[in-house]
Nanobody
């Protein structure tokens, strides 16, 4: 069992920055891939980025490369999402999720993740 709690969302103007945090508790050593997804109103949940605990490998969707950075503090069991140069189209509820790196299936598929946080709202005004 893994419990995930996101924080750090809010309202920001276009071009601004926010940092989201996801604190994990429980059997985090098993579910060692942490991902960030987002869901805008009326849209499907979308992969943003993911990081592996074992070697720190990072996977990101093209739309956030160069703007968003994922990192993790293994000692604190916390994953961060630094978001820079935010745009109105980044507005969404952001979720963190956990899965094993030994599962088959792309890290970008929401269905391959076992545990999800409650989400945190990010709103970017133009």
């Amino acid at each position: 069992q893994v419990h995930l709690v996101e924080s750090g969302g809010g309202l920001v103007q276009a071009g601004g920055s926010l940092t989201l945090s996801c604190a994990a508790s429980g059997r985090t050593f098993i579910y060692s891939v942490m991902g960030w997804f987002r869901q805008a109103p009326g849209k499907e949940r979308e992969f943003v980025t993911a990081i592996k605990r074992s070697d720190g490998s990072i996977y990101s969707t093209d739309s956030v490369k160069g703007r968003f950075t994922i990192s993790r503090d293994n000692a604190k069991n916390t994953v961060y999402l630094q978001m820079n140069r935010l745009q109105p189209e980044d507005t969404a509820v952001y979720y963190c999720a956990a899965r094993s790196e030994y599962y088959s299936g792309s890290y970008s598929r929401p269905g391959t993740y076992d545990y999800w946080g409650q989400g945190t709202q990010v709103t970017v005004s133009s």
